[in-house]
């Protein structure tokens, strides 16, 4: 059995131990490296994350066939969506484990972020963020892969500002996975159809198909339909849905 001072430096436990191994990087940083990963972690990679996805739907709609645009932006769509279920999700979590913050039981952690009060498990950033980027891989694996990386590095952050323990990134991850791609065969079944009449029609239509990208006569948009559901030689490329 360890010493009081090893326990509490996490001792045998992995999840504190990691902690304080993490955490203990914001100690033996410079101010203001320590204030750039406080904005960083609080607002910069969700900001990040949105721009990610707006970007996808600048370029899926301009360069993507008609069908691949339809599909591509129902599930841009699903992206935001898939966040704020999981964000909802979450909320009775939190009141059912009510885990206290990392700093609130815990001596030695260097806290970058005041005023935390709620509960800790499981972290609501890394839930949003890994939704939007497991939704954004089943629109667009490039862009998908992209939010992905941008989520890993939020729950980093996390952990380094001394507000959550490494399990409450790793559930936040699993809950914002299970959301966005357990139900995204329902949501875009749902929001496939309302995305093809909107590209079909003549105001609205440049939300999901530029005209330079329809031409056609005095480029106008075509009129799309339902795309079929893809079968075997599903296209490559950065518009490819995931399967």
Not at 111 to 139: P, Q
Request: net charge negative; hydrophobic share 50%.
């Amino acid at each position: 059995m360890g010493s009081p001072l090893t326990q509490s430096r996490g001792g045998s436990d992995p999840d504190l131990s990691l902690l304080y191994g993490i955490n203990g990087l914001a100690k033996d940083a410079p101010s203001w490296l320590d204030r750039t990963m406080e904005f960083v972690g609080e607002y910069g990679i969700m900001l990040a994350l949105v721009l990610v996805v707006l970007w996808c739907w600048w370029s899926v709609r301009r360069r993507g066939t008609a069908e691949d645009s339809v599909a591509a932006v129902a599930g841009l769509i699903w992206t935001p969506l898939a966040a704020g279920i999981a964000l909802l999700v979450n909320i009775p979590i939190r009141g059912f484990v009510e885990r206290p913050r990392p700093f609130v039981e815990h001596q030695g952690i260097e806290v970058l972020v005041t005023g935390k009060t709620d509960y800790s498990f499981v972290s609501d950033h890394a839930t949003l963020a890994m939704a939007i980027g497991a939704a954004l891989f089943v629109a667009n694996r490039r862009f998908g892969f992209a939010a992905i990386g941008l989520a890993l590095a939020e729950g980093f952050c996390r952990v380094y500002m001394g507000v959550h323990y490494p399990s409450d990134v790793v559930g936040g991850f699993a809950l914002g996975t299970a959301v966005a791609l357990l139900l995204a065969p329902l949501a875009l079944a749902l929001l496939t159809p309302l995305v093809s009449a909107v590209a079909g029609s003549g105001r609205a239509g440049w939300l999901v198909r530029s005209r330079r990208a329809e031409g056609g006569p005095e480029g106008r948009p075509e009129t799309l339909g339902i795309p079929e559901p893809r079968t075997e030689g599903a296209g490559s490329g950065e518009n490819d849905l995931a399967a």
